[in-house]
Each structure stands twice: as structure tokens, then as C-alpha cells.
């Protein structure tokens, strides 16, 4: 779908999915990056808000398995701005202040 499509911010969110299976962090990262770059400019307007959330909710994830959590944590607050109902956005936010919480470095702060 990428090769006819290459700039679909679904499919570059489909294929940072495929990443997430298999466990490719950076890859993960990098392809909902694009997809949020290309959100605003290829997706229907009844879809842009989504799919950027989408892609904004894919790099937060990626950036947990790589221990960027402040960084996640940032974009999946944007990412609630666009999908205010998201579940996955909140769950998320509840799991980074978990690890916060059993981290020893964050106990001393």
C-alpha cells in the first residue's frame, strides 16, 4: 500500500504497528513520525485530527520501550487534545506514572 500510497498517514501508522511486533523501537518511531508529518497534509478532513493522534500515540508508545518517558508522556497529552476519548491516550499516561513510580531514580527526586 506504501508504494502506491506513500505519503497515507494510515498506513505509515499501519506499518509503525508492524514495527511495534516486532519490536523495532526506532523504526516504530520513525514511521509514526512520518505519518504525523503527512497527517495534516494527505489525510480527509474527517479523518486528519485522528489519524494525527494516531501517529502522536505511536511515537509515544515507541518512545516508552526506548525510555523517553517525559517525551511520551508530552505526546500523548497532545494527542488527547485531538481525541479527547481516547482510552489507549489515558491508559498510556496511567502506565508511564506507573514506571515512574517503581523507578529507583524517580524515588529520589
Keep these: ?7 497515507n498517514p494510515q498506513f505509515l501508522s499501519e506499518r509503525g504497528h508492524i514495527h511495534q511486533m516486532r519490536k523495532e523501537w526506532p523504526e516504530m518511531l520513525q514511521s509514526n513520525l512520518s505519518a504525523q508529518e503527512f497527517a495534516p497534509l494527505a489525510s480527509p478532513d474527517d479523518r486528519r485530527d485522528m489519524e494525527h493522534a494516531r501517529a502522536l500515540r505511536g511515537q509515544g ?7 523517553r518517558l517525559e517525551e511520551a508522556e508530552n505526546l ?12 489507549m491516550a489515558q491508559n ?18
Design 1 to 7: 500500500a506504501l508504494q502506491l500510497s506513500p505519503y
Design 61 to 67: 508508545f515507541a518512545l516508552i520501550e526506548l525510555n
Design 76 to 87: 500523548f497529552r497532545d494527542s488527547l487534545k485531538l481525541d479527547p476519548g481516547s482510552k
Design 92 to 109: 498510556e499516561l496511567v502506565y508511564i506514572r506507573n514506571l515512574r513510580s517503581k523507578s529507583p531514580q524517580n524515588k529520589k527526586k
